[in-house]
């Protein structure tokens, strides 16, 4: 039996917001929508974006990371889209806004953070080294994680957060 798999992951993703609030979007489009406590859609919040190309090194980084040194089986055959899904995760803060992480990188090849308010409008972006994780935002304070440094040990990054 032969298999064909795209190895970029797609999905939906949801969370609960500060004030019970719910979120949810699917990571094809840049599209989020908001409920409320009763589980009525409130705000549906849509941003334009250009997509990312899949480079061939990209390709082959993620084949290995996927695959490992035995390489792909001989019964999946790897159908890659051209581009990045639009969004990899977000996050929400304790105030009502939410954090986009997205696949645009810049010169140094950070990857772009889209900042949202808890209205849902679009406010900044900053950028991240791709191996930090934005998991959790508190008290004006964004917490990153790196799985492992060079001794195998997993490290929380704590940066002050100033509004201007």
């Excluded at 549906?44 to 996927?66: G, H, L, N, Q």
């Excluded at 792909?72 to 051209?82: N, S």
């Excluded at 997205?102 to 409008?121: A, E, R, S, W």
Aim: charged share 30%.
């Amino acid at each position: 039996m032969h298999r064909e798999l795209n190895p970029v992951s797609e999905w939906y993703m949801y969370t609960v917001m500060e004030d019970d609030r719910f979120i949810w979007g699917r990571n094809t489009d840049y599209e989020f929508t908001i409920l409320n406590q009763e589980l009525k859609p409130i705000k549906k919040i849509i941003k334009d974006y250009d997509p990312v190309k899949i480079t061939k090194e990209e390709r082959e980084k993620i084949i290995a990371e996927r695959f490992g040194e035995r390489g792909v089986p001989a019964f999946i055959t790897l159908k890659f889209p051209d581009h990045y899904t639009p969004w990899l995760y977000f996050i929400c803060d304790d105030v009502g806004g939410f954090y986009v992480r997205t696949f645009k990188k810049n010169d140094q090849g950070h990857l772009k953070c889209d900042y949202f308010d808890k209205d849902g409008i679009y406010r900044l972006f900053f950028f991240l080294p791709p191996e930090e994780l934005l998991y959790y935002i508190r008290n004006n304070k964004a917490y990153s994680f790196i799985n492992e440094n060079e001794d195998g040990i997993p490290i929380v990054i704590r940066y002050l957060m100033e509004w201007r």
